[in-house]
């Protein structure tokens, strides 16, 4: 192990981050950068993210806070990272993901790799025929009130990798950034 790199990540899964967050496609974070403008220094740019990851250096940005409406009425605000912040939480996503995928429910489906919406709805049509009641619940804000305490302690629990608690932990802190520019600290919640 390098001596200079306190943590060990590999470039291949850094590469392998970016080439899912490329498939995943999306908009620009605050930087404005796009997804073939971080294309274009490919190599310089993943170097960095691998860089600082791997000596404990690297800080997200702010998220790009973006107001989106709700069907109900109101909005809900999305936070928006940039394109080297994806590609780094897809690498952390990459180790820690197959450690807690074992201890979801089976009807499981928000959220998880090779599930969708469109497999609940199948589970759901199937069981139509069995059953003769259905329960469906909204909590309501869940992502805006998230106790970070309590989310790493979950965290904790599936892992002792001390880099992926470490940016787990920083972004959950990472401030939003409004489109005025106003940067908010955040104490609770998930971007």
Known sequence: ???TKPYEISKYVVQEAFERVKANKGAAGIDDESL???EADLKNN???IWNRMSSGSYFPPP???VEIPKKAGGKRVLGVPTVAD???QMTVKLYFEPQVEPHFHQDSYGYRSG???IDA???TRKRCWKYDWILEFDIKGLFDNIDHDLLMKAVRKHTDNPWVILYIQRWLTAPFQLPDGTVNERTKGTP
């Open 63 to 65: 998220v790009k806070a």
């Open 121 to 123: 709805l199948g589970v």
């Open 1 to 3: 192990m390098n001596k």
């Open 115 to 117: 599930r969708s919406s």
């Open 36 to 38: 073939e403008e971080f």
């Open 86 to 88: 994806r590609v780094a």
């Open 46 to 48: 993943l170097y960095k």
